[in-house]
């Protein structure tokens, strides 16, 4: 007896649960609608992910409190080689 598409979907998502979480998280979050239609606009005119934007976020943050990566992010060329050397290392 063959199996429904659905069946075998079902299946191979129960074998493979434990490796889809080890691999990627997911945030069930909310965003007023009014918001989020905005970010979709957004990001559709310019063609980014919702990845891209909570990854560029992050960066963002981060270089806030991580003088180092500013200096990166920026473009900023005035690191001793000691300063890049660390920085590689803890990246």
Known sequence: MEKTR???DKRYEERHKEE???????W???VPREKAE???EFLKKYGYTKVELIQAGYEELL???DTDFAKL???YDDFFDSELEKFKKDR
């Open 6 to 8: 659905a069946v075998k």
């Open 20 to 26: 889809r979480k080890a691999k990627c998280m997911v």
């Open 28 to 30: 069930g979050t909310s």
């Open 38 to 40: 905005q970010i979709n």
């Open 63 to 65: 270089a806030r409190h």
């Open 73 to 75: 992010k920026d473009g």
